[in-house]
């Protein structure tokens, strides 16, 4: 048996757990950061509104990672027998690359939605990261991002939304036959 078949036949027997470790060693960070974000907020005062800033778009990039990891398997169950090899998303990669990567993706629910709200995030980011000095004074930089902990929250909830329908098609194409055929003759 081929090595493409090895992998792909690894993954049907436990897919969230090697999903979820092609995403993340350990989601603990990700909480940390998060819980660092809410601590910057309570500070009340611009530094910490733009710390959050930062962090919660950290944590986009994350979740747009993951969607694409669990997209990118489906599309892999969808079309087998034939290969697909996707791009590999690191922690290096740019949040540009991956909103294009999941932009002409599959479709899910969601998609549509977190897509505009990373863009919102992403736009903000780079509002805040790169002409800071030059465009606003301190009441400026807190009324901007008064809501930044809601725009994160509603990423989150929609990230949920998105997951959920990815693993339920993951599931369904895990039934056609070409896959159970599969299963049954490693």
């Not at 990891?69 to 697909?84: D, E, G, Q, S, V």
């Not at 996707?86 to 540009?96: A, E, G, L, N, Q």
């Not at 990373?118 to 509002?127: F, G, P, Q, T, V």
Request: with cysteine; net charge positive; hydrophobic share 40%.
């Amino acid at each position: 048996m081929d090595s493409y078949k090895e992998e792909l036949i690894k993954y049907l027997k436990n897919t969230e757990g090697h999903l979820m470790a092609e995403w993340t060693r350990d989601t603990t960070p990700l909480s940390e950061l998060n819980a660092i974000a809410e601590d910057s907020l309570e500070r009340k005062n611009p530094e910490g509104h733009i710390a959050a800033l930062f962090i919660y778009h950290q944590l986009t990039f994350e979740i747009i990672r993951s969607l694409l990891i669990h997209a990118n398997f489906l599309i892999k169950l969808c079309l087998f027998p034939t290969k697909f090899c996707p791009k590999k998303y690191s922690t290096d990669s740019k949040f540009s690359e991956l909103i294009n990567g999941l932009k002409y993706s599959i479709n899910f629910k969601g998609k549509a939605i977190i897509l505009s709200q990373a863009d919102k995030i992403n736009r903000l980011r780079n509002e805040f990261g790169h002409r800071i000095i030059e465009n606003y004074s301190y009441n400026d930089i807190e009324k901007k991002l008064a809501n930044i902990k809601a725009i994160h929250e509603d990423i989150f909830k929609t990230w949920l939304v998105c997951l959920k329908d990815l693993t339920s098609l993951i599931n369904q194409a895990k039934k056609r036959e070409v896959i159970i055929k599969l299963l049954k003759n490693k």
